[in-house]
């Protein structure tokens, strides 16, 4: 699996459900990032083809981590853990 292309692909599928993603990062470091209503989350494709997502909390701690991590396998279900962090 072409990373950059399920990169691209999510990306497109995010923005068609009216989210606003931005791409950050480049080659391998390359992640989605999004956020609304205080919530955030970065997503970025592992090299095996899965998803890990980091969802965030709204915080004026410069070092606060994430709320919660996890993985995902396919396009779908990482669509799915975002869209249900962001609503």
Do not use: T
């Not at 899965?50 to 709320?67: C, H, L, Q």
């Not at 996890?70 to 799915?80: F, I, K, Q």
Request: net charge negative; charged share 25%; hydrophobic share 40%.
């Amino acid at each position: 699996m072409n990373a950059n292309c399920s990169l691209e692909a999510l990306h497109s599928k995010l923005r068609q459900a009216g989210y606003e993603v931005s791409m950050r990062g480049s080659g391998a470091g390359q992640f989605l990032f999004l956020e609304n209503a205080g919530r955030a989350v970065e997503s970025s494709i592992h090299s095996d083809g899965s998803w890990w997502i980091e969802v965030w909390e709204r915080s004026d701690d410069e070092n606060a981590g994430p709320v919660e991590e996890h993985w995902a396998d396919p396009d779908d279900e990482a669509l799915a853990l975002i869209s249900a962090w962001l609503e």
